[in-house]
Nanobody, 132 residues
């Protein structure tokens, strides 16, 4: 049984930093592309960042470019999202997703991947709240 678990969310002041972590069990981590999505109250879910199985392809939402960094540690499974210079508009529930197909975890982050079906596996989410 596949389980995806996020951690690292919390309350932070504007300008602060958080690092989200995502672990996945029940699957071969290196066989899966990984992505971060977020959903704020009253808004649709949007892709934030994604990373291919090899780590060679990375995409970001324009609003987070230069502030967020995605990475993955093949030896120890976790995937990270380092979030710096956080803004109140970054407040949302953040979800980790995994899929064998890069297109499904990168949906919406590049024109070539628009409209892809949702990823196969999702975590329960971790709340990020940025106060002004």
């Amino acid at each position: 049984q596949v389980q995806v678990v996020e951690s690292g969310g919390g309350l932070v002041q504007a300008g602060g930093s958080l690092r989200l972590s995502c672990t996945a069990s029940g699957l071969t981590f290196d066989d899966y592309a990984m992505g971060w999505f977020r959903q704020a109250p009253g808004k649709e879910r949007e892709g934030v960042s994604c990373i291919s199985r090899s780590g060679n392809s990375i995409y970001y939402l324009d609003a987070v470019k230069g502030r967020f960094t995605i990475s993955r540690d093949h030896a120890n499974n976790p995937m990270y999202l380092q979030m710096n210079n956080l803004r109140p508009e970054d407040t949302a529930m953040y979800y980790c997703a995994a899929d064998r197909a890069t297109i499904r975890v990168c949906s919406g982050l590049t024109p070539a991947y628009s409209g892809a079906p949702p990823a196969a596996y999702w975590g329960q989410g971790t709340q990020v709240t940025v106060s002004s």
